[in-house]
């Protein structure tokens, strides 16, 4: 059984920052492809950001792109995004999720495994 866990959200200033961790337990990692997705109230699902399996390759939706990077340590089975320059609209639960199908990253219909999600606040 694959289970992900997102930590490290919380409430912070406009301006600050957070860095989310996502792990798992069942599943190594090492070998996927990985994704970050936020849903704010009343919002659908919107991706956030992605990483390949290496980690050699990143993409970033426009709306955070210069302010969060995902990076990942394999040998822990983890996947991280930096969030920097938070915004009030970076308001959101924020969810990692196992890619599993192919296609694009953007997709959230392409991941399989998904953990419960970590909130981040972001106040103005």
């Known amino acids: 059984q694959v289970q992900l866990l997102e930590s490290g959200g919380g409430l912070v200033q406009a301006g600050g920052s957070l860095r989310l961790s996502c792990t798992s337990s069942?599943?190594?990692?090492?070998?996927?492809?990985m994704g970050w997705f936020r849903q704010a109230p009343g919002k659908e699902r919107e991706f956030v950001a992605a990483?390949?399996?290496?980690?050699?390759?990143?993409f970033y939706a426009d709306s955070v792109k210069g302010r969060f990077i995902i990076s990942r340590d394999n040998t822990k089975k983890a996947v991280y995004l930096q969030m920097n320059s938070l915004k009030s609209e970076d308001t959101a639960v924020y969810y990692c999720?196992?890619?599993?199908?192919?296609?694009?990253?953007?997709?959230?219909?392409?991941?399989?495994?998904w953990g419960q999600g970590t909130q981040v606040t972001v106040s103005s």
């Open positions: 999720a196992v890619k599993f199908y192919s296609g694009s990253y953007n997709k959230a219909d392409k991941y399989l495994y």
């Open positions: 069942g599943r190594t990692l090492s070998s996927d492809d």
């Open positions: 990483i390949n399996w290496s980690g050699g390759s990143t």
